[in-house]
């Protein structure tokens, strides 16, 4: 098992520079930062690997497409943009020297289109599947992130997520499952855990108000035994969003400040987790 804290706990922009956040997780005692690349282009990415190693860290990535590279779009132009932007970001893992990159890659942020999800998620896994070479070239695994109703409707439970994964019918596509969407969409959040299975390839936390896990009522050690009862020896990456009043935050419906110290919920989100999740695998 091995911890990690999103950088968007600091960040004002997706654009920050993240060596200091690096030195910050480092110092914390974090075996890894995760670093979004809606910030980070090739021109950056091997000088960013560079600061982490560095510091002693991994990283790991995350990523979201736009309406005009959507994986379930109709218009096979934009399709296959999906499957260019898509590309590009697993280089960019690999130079930054991560070989796990998730999120909102199944279909864009905020497009909905309920009435014909059946025929989107075939299209979104069949631009999944093209992907598969790729992955297995650059030794990255990708995480289909399942989001509550109010960001996406393709992937709004466990479920509905890892059955695009599994149609995608590639050994390098997973799941990410996320404790702030799962407290949200999931009836029994440790069941969709066991059923995901070894889809499972990322798993973030974050408290139900997206602030320090175990400050709230979300049932961590609940899920910590389903991780166990399926055998996830990964990431668990901290995913918080807490100040509000920055661009990042703005994106992420953050209008009020979750916490008072982003380090000071760092440390205490670490102390909690190596208590709860150190003894899974």
């Known amino acids: ?26 110092d914390i005692g974090f075996d890894g930062v995760e670093v979004s690349l809606l910030g980070i282009g090739m021109d950056r990415a091997e000088l960013i690997g560079k600061q982490a190693a560095d510091c002693g860290l991994e990283l790991t990535c995350s990523t979201g497409l736009g309406p005009d590279a959507d994986p379930t779009s109709p218009d096979a132009d934009v399709r296959a943009n999906a499957v260019a932007t898509l590309t590009e970001a697993v280089a960019i893992t690999q130079k930054l020297g991560a070989r796990g990159l998730a999120g909102v890659v199944a279909a864009p942020w905020g497009v909905f289109d309920p009435a014909n999800k059946i025929a989107r998620a075939e299209r979104a896994a069949k631009t999944l599947n093209s992907l598969d070479d790729v992955l297995a070239d650059a030794g990255v695994k990708l995480g289909i992130e399942a989001l509550n ?133």
């Not at 091995?2 to 910050?24: N, S």
């Not at 996406?152 to 509905?160: F, H, K, M, P, V």
């Not at 910590?224 to 055998?231: C, P």
């Open 149 to 281: 109703r109010f960001e996406g409707d393709l992937t709004s439970n466990a479920a509905e997520t890892c059955a695009i994964a599994r149609a995608a019918g590639s050994d390098h596509i997973g799941v990410l499952l996320d404790s702030f969407h799962m407290n949200i969409e999931e009836k029994d959040p440790p069941a969709a855990l066991r059923a995901a299975g070894d889809t499972l390839v990322h798993y973030h936390v974050s408290d139900n108000d997206r602030g320090v896990p175990g400050s709230g009522r979300y049932d961590f050690p609940a899920d910590a035994a389903a991780l166990r009862d399926i055998g996830y020896d990964g990431w668990v990456v901290a995913e918080m969003f807490v100040m509000a009043g920055n661009p990042a935050s703005a994106d992420l419906n953050i209008w009020r400040d979750i916490e008072p110290d982003p380090t000071q919920a760092a440390i205490q989100t670490l102390k909690y987790l190596r208590e709860v999740f150190d003894h899974v695998s």
């Open 1 to 26: 098992m091995k911890f990690g804290i999103h950088a968007g706990l600091w960040m004002k922009t997706w654009a920050d520079d993240p060596a200091p956040i690096f030195k910050t997780a480092a």
